[in-house]
């Protein structure tokens, strides 16, 4: 059976780093951690929370009446994979907001969604299931964040910017109004994207370049 779990809490898919940060800010919002599973089964704990088993043991764990989950993996398509086979097996994707983002009461936020510390979403914006908001990155007006996007910490898109599905942009990167950033594009850290940018490209610099598909 293993050890006796929080029925209420919620249980994350991933044990790295990300998964310390969606734990606390899951913590600061007033909701508890049940347990986790991991590609690395090994049993452990982060930050307190049992690490129970790989994600086989996700059936045992809603047999059991646990129903909320989170899925804190960075690599956008195996989010979206992980999150799609939680759904199907009934649970509910739960969202991870820090208590100090700040979120326009006109914006719409999807299902399994992180935002974490110090961001703000401003008005009419509206952020896809399973997407993250990753520490300090600001969201102007009316953009569109495609399902289980990333948007690096520190990063920026001015107003009315577009975000394909599974895109990622890089730590410090930003957008200029009213660009659309493609379908599984990848934005490097730090670079400015001052025009489209087409699905599945890889982009970096000031002004952001094409430097090949992404990897
Ligand atoms: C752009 C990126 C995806 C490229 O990764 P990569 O293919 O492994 O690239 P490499 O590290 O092999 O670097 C290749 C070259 O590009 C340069 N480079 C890497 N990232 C760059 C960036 N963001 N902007 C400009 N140049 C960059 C490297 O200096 C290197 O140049 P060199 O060949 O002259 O030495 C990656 O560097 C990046 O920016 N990732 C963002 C990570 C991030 O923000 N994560 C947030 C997690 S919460």
């Given at each position: 059976m293993g050890p006796t779990l929080d029925i209420g809490g919620v249980v994350i898919i991933g044990g790295g780093g990300h998964a310390k940060v969606v734990i606390e800010s899951l913590r600061a919002s007033g909701q508890t951690v049940a347990a986790i599973v991991d590609?690395?089964?090994?049993?452990r704990a982060v930050l307190g929370v049992?690490?129970?088993?790989?994600?086989?043991k996700l059936a045992e764990l809603k047999g059991r009446g646990l129903s909320k989950l989170f899925v804190a993996i960075g690599d956008n398509r195996l989010r979206q994979v992980l999150g799609r086979k939680g759904r199907d097996m009934g649970f509910s994707l739960v969202n991870a907001i820090h208590p100090s983002a700040v979120i326009s009461p006109t914006a719409t936020i999807g299902e399994g969604v992180a935002i974490m510390a110090g961001v703000a979403i401003n008005a009419d914006s509206r952020v896809g299931d399973l997407a993250i908001v990753n520490t300090g990155a600001v969201v102007d007006h009316d953009c569109v964040l495609g399902a289980a996007c990333h948007l690096g910490p520190a990063s920026a898109l001015a107003g009315t910017v577009t975000m394909g599905e599974r895109a990622f942009l890089g730590v410090g990167a930003r957008a200029i109004p009213g660009v659309s950033i493609g379908t599984d594009t990848i934005v490097g850290a730090?670079?400015?994207?001052?025009r489209d940018l087409p699905d599945g490209v890889l982009a970096i610099g000031v002004p952001a370049k094409i430097k090949g598909d992404r990897r």
């Open positions: 590609a690395d089964p090994t049993p049992p690490v129970v088993g790989d994600d086989a730090g670079g400015v994207v001052a």
